[in-house]
């Protein structure tokens, strides 16, 4: 099945405890579509300004990735800069400049209202529903969000957590949108808002999925080379839902191993800055962390 994906194709500036890069490519539907592409075709919605430069995106347009719904309007890119702490768990976020994404009124090309998998990464949820509403019949909803707007958007984002199948949030988020602290609690809560299934992401310590009646967790691949964790959670996203698209089949077997999947372009994603280790990485290095994630979690 393919993929559509509505987000942000941004200008990052980010800063660890090991470097620092200016608006290096990112965005949420670039960290996706670099992880969805190994298994899927992937179709991005986005808008981009006047400086954009298209070459970063090369890489993607050579691993099959379709941009006829990326538009280029007078403006700047959107740019996000952010800086994390030696606890790499920790960032804080130095700007988020909207920019093209403010007037953004996105029109979906035709061929692309019959794509069945849609995921609505982080962006403004007036524009995941705007994108959503011109699916003609979408089999899957998948989204994703973050306190920028949790906090500024709410009304809208409980919209469109109306309208979708799984939501993919950080247990901060988790928090945050639900108001309780304990997590399980939150969990529930949010389960009332209209998804059937939540997967949490917890970094370091693993993800898992909800729902009323199942439970599933795993651990995060056990990583010595940490870089920059921008991206991750798209990249778990991409991971998720490209593979849950290549089966073409949401059941309990295939959404356990879309969440390895998830966890292990996530821990590709991190290993260098901005895209560059998605950029190397081909479909047996996924397929060798697989491995390894099944021996690590194997009990008898
Ligand atoms: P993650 O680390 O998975 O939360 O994703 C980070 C990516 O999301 C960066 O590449 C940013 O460009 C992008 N991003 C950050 N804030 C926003 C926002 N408010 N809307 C859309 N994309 C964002």
């Known amino acids: 099945m393919s993929v559509l994906v509505v987000g942000s194709v941004a200008l990052d500036t980010v800063e660890t ?45 050579d691993r099959g990735v379709n941009f006829d719904g990326l538009i280029q309007k007078p403006g700047k890119t959107f740019r ?30 035709e061929h692309y209202r019959e794509i069945p998998y849609i995921f609505l990464a982080n962006i403004h949820p007036q524009l995941q529903l705007k994108v959503l509403e011109q699916i003609k019949k979408p089999q899957l909803v998948v989204m994703d969000t973050m306190n920028f707007w949790i906090e500024g958007t709410p009304e809208s984002l409980k919209q469109v957590l109306k309208k979708i199948n799984i939501l993919i949030i950080n247990d901060s988020e988790v928090r945050l949108l639900s108001g309780e602290t304990n997590l399980f609690l939150g969990i529930k809560k949010l389960l009332q808002l209209g998804p059937q299934m939540l997967v949490i992401k917890k970094g370091e310590h693993g993800a898992f999925l909800f729902n009323n009646h199942a439970y599933f967790w795993t651990p995060a691949y056990p990583l010595e080379q940490l870089f920059d964790p921008t991206g991750a959670g798209d990249s778990f996203a991409g991971g998720f839902v490209g593979y849950l698209a290549k089966t073409g089949y949401v059941c309990d077997k295939n959404l356990r191993k879309g969440v390895v999947y998830g966890s292990i372009l996530g821990s590709f994603c991190v290993e260098k800055f901005s895209l560059d280790r998605l950029r190397e990485i081909e479909l047996e290095d996924i397929e060798q962390r697989y491995q390894q994630f099944v021996r690590m979690t194997k009990i008898e």
Do not use: M
């Open 80 to 109: 996000w800069g952010g800086k994390y702490h030696l606890d790499l768990n920790q960032r804080d976020t130095l700007f988020t400049h909207l920019n093209v994404f403010e007037q953004f009124d996105p029109v979906l090309p």
């Open 17 to 61: 405890p090991f470097g620092k890069v200016d608006d290096a490519l990112g965005g949420s539907a670039t960290y996706f579509s670099a992880a969805a592409c190994h298994f899927t075709d992937v179709n991005v919605v986005a808008v981009v300004g006047e400086d954009f430069p298209f070459s970063k995106i090369d890489f993607l347009k």
